[in-house]
């Protein structure tokens, strides 16, 4: 009975195969090409179906028990996502020249596509990971007035076209629409802070904190009576004391997750009231996991707080956080974490240095605060300005606060389905001979700039070695002012590029709004640049010949740096020239933007709010 069975789920599997041929469903790398009739097709397909059906007869009468479905659909994707992802890496230069010659050039242009894609896996997987105990539509019917209307309406047009990126969103919408509190999402890196800033937001030690990457699954604090609540992903709950928060929220104590919990309730007295707080597991961790659930969880805040640890870099994680907050429709403040790290002028410049690093990567449209703080208690006054200036407005009028931040929600959602749904304006043949003229110039433009930056090493090596010399010479550590250099070294060739790219849209390829997140400049080399002291007992006249001595020895990592990063830059480039790629831009609160149909109704619902 058992071969019986076998046989007819093997045999089912290949007729599965012959379906997607018959339906012409195939996929360009597949190797047969679609030379069936529809009447062929649709007679393949009937037939497929009478062979099912008489399958199952026989089973039937034979006593042998159908086929069960035993294994999760949304598992069995995630881990097909994860085998793409490994053969993603199979990408890599070193790898590839394994196989024979291989094109210095050509690798990187396949390294920077694997890791765009590799990026891409990781929101899908983050979308698998936006689950919920019922099913969206039943949820949904149960909001009443203009939110549950306007909720409605986009999950019904989010199935006719296909939308399925705007349905967590809509979901967390929903959420939110049915809590009176105002949550505040605290996101960043490993070990960025945000245990230790939720700890000293909410007044006492509630969090697990230390050095090793910690939170492995979402923490809620709220006010209440002290106590936590673990929720599992199988629906179940169950209480425990604060104190063992750590065994079911830390990587570890729980490594990947393995107990399988979806998220974790904490209490306390201290916590504002009408505020609550959500720790994210890091970005950039090596935990699986960890960065899928924090991208997820980007929607289901009011406000989101994003942290970049003093002496870091600007990395694409935190560009993509504040992107998907914007994107979400949802307030986003900037903070400089473990400030006490750096001197006054050098938090100065870190707070500038941040700032330019977002405004040069997100939409003119998206402005962002950046503050610095720290909760070593030597710090009080950062702490005390966030409170009073950000939490302490929340918390005194929170339910207004959560009912204008859904609004804004609304509003930006319904202007990323209207861009989503509306198309490209039709051009004439005179633009489109425009058109075609301004993207090859900008082709050869882009091209030129980024081979220029490639082969830039020994001129950005001159530039940092004096001023490096210039530090020395006012007895300064110049390690703070070359860092900033090297970081700044593309920027002129990402100014370019972005231009080429403008003029060409500007012929009537599309809209510059519409441009996707540029590749971000950040060098494993600069960590080895903890401390450059003046030299003793040496003539000022001998700096700049030290200092290039100095600095002599990371040029091949520069090098690399460089030539990698201008790759990725070139493909950026190139790729935005025909496809402008997902908008990060979506319609402020109050933009005139014309909306698509019935968007423009349920925008006027809105507003009425």
Same mark, same amino acid.
């Given at each position: ?34 030379? %069936? @009739?529809? #009447?062929?097709?649709? &007679?393949?397909?009937? +037939? /497929? $179906?009478?062979?099912?059906? =008489?399958?199952?007869? !026989? *089973? ?52 920077? %596509? @694997?890791? #765009?894609?590799?990026? &891409?896996?990781?929101? +899908? /997987? $983050?979308?698998?990971?936006? =689950?919920?105990?019922? !099913? *969206? ?59 230790? &800033? ?412």
């Amino acid at each position: 009975m058992r071969h019986v069975q076998s046989t007819f789920t093997y045999i089912d599997s290949l007729l599965g195969a012959i379906e997607r041929l018959a339906r012409s469903d195939l996929s360009p790398f597949m190797q047969e090409k679609v030379d %069936l @009739a529809p #009447d062929e097709g649709r &007679l393949i397909l009937s +037939s /497929v $179906a009478v062979a099912r059906t =008489r399958m199952l007869e !026989a *089973l039937d009468r034979l006593r042998v028990p159908r086929p069960q479905p035993s294994v999760s659909a949304r598992w069995s994707i995630e881990t097909t996502y994860n085998f793409a992802a490994s053969a993603f890496s199979e990408l890599d230069l070193s790898r590839l020249r394994a196989y024979g010659a291989a094109d210095d050039e050509v690798g990187r242009e396949l390294e920077a %596509l @694997a890791s #765009d894609l590799e990026t &891409l896996v990781r929101r +899908s /997987v $983050a979308l698998l990971h936006e =689950r919920d105990s019922g !099913a *969206l539509q039943e949820r949904l019917a149960t909001l009443h007035g203009p939110v549950g209307e306007v909720l409605r309406g986009l999950e019904r047009l989010s199935l006719e076209h296909g939308l399925a990126e705007l349905r967590s969103l809509i979901a967390a919408a929903a959420e939110r629409a049915t809590s009176a509190t105002f949550d505040v999402g605290v996101f960043g890196r490993v070990s960025a802070g945000k245990s230790s &800033l939720i700890n000293a937001l909410a007044g006492t030690t509630l969090l697990p904190v230390g050095v090793t990457p910690a939170t492995a699954v979402p923490l809620r604090v709220t006010r209440g009576e002290l106590g936590a609540v673990v929720h599992m992903l199988d629906g179940s709950r169950h209480e425990i004391p604060v104190e063992a928060v750590g065994a079911y929220g830390t990587e570890e104590q729980n490594p990947q997750n393995r107990r399988g919990v979806r998220e974790v309730g904490i209490r306390a007295p201290t916590v504002p009231e009408g505020l609550r707080f959500l720790d994210t597991p890091g970005v950039g961790s090596f935990a699986t996991s960890g960065p899928a659930q924090a991208f997820a969880w980007l929607p289901r805040c009011d406000l989101g707080l994003v942290l970049v640890a003093a002496g870091s870099p600007v990395g694409p994680d935190e560009i993509a956080l504040v992107a998907g907050l914007f994107h979400a429709g949802i307030a986003c403040r900037v903070l400089l974490s473990k400030s006490d790290l750096l001197t006054p002028d050098e938090r100065a410049r870190a707070i500038a240095y941040v700032g330019r690093e977002l405004a040069s990567a997100l939409d003119p449209a998206h402005t962002v605060e950046v503050e610095a703080v720290s909760t070593l208690p030597g710090y009080a006054e950062q702490m005390d300005a966030l409170r009073r200036t950000v939490l302490e407005p929340l918390a005194a009028d929170h339910a207004r606060a959560a009912r204008d931040a859904l609004r804004v929600r609304l509003h930006r959602l319904i202007g990323a389905a209207s861009a989503a749904m509306v198309g490209r304006p039709q051009a004439g043949v005179d633009d489109r001979m425009t058109a075609e003229g301004a993207r090859l110039a900008a082709r050869e433009r882009i091209r030129d700039e980024t081979r220029a930056l490639a082969d830039s090493t020994p001129h950005v090596l001159r530039e940092a070695a004096d001023i490096l010399a210039a530090a020395w010479s006012r007895g300064e550590d110049g390690a703070p002012a070359v860092r900033q250099a090297m970081l700044s070294a593309p920027g002129r060739t990402l100014s370019a590029v972005t231009d080429a790219l403008d003029h060409a849209r500007a012929g009537g390829s599309s809209d510059p709004a519409r441009r996707r997140m540029p590749p971000l400049f950040d060098p494993p080399l600069l960590g080895t640049l903890a401390e450059l002291a003046p030299p003793r007992h040496r003539p000022r006249l001998l700096y700049r010949t030290l200092a290039r001595r100095h600095l002599q020895p990371i040029a091949p990592a520069l090098q690399d740096a460089l030539q990698r990063y201008a790759s990725r830059l070139r493909a950026w480039g190139l790729a935005g020239l025909d496809d402008p790629g997902p908008a990060v831009w979506t319609p402020q609160p109050g933009d005139d933007a014309p909306l698509y149909g019935p968007l423009a109704e349920l925008d006027a619902l809105v507003r009425a709010m």
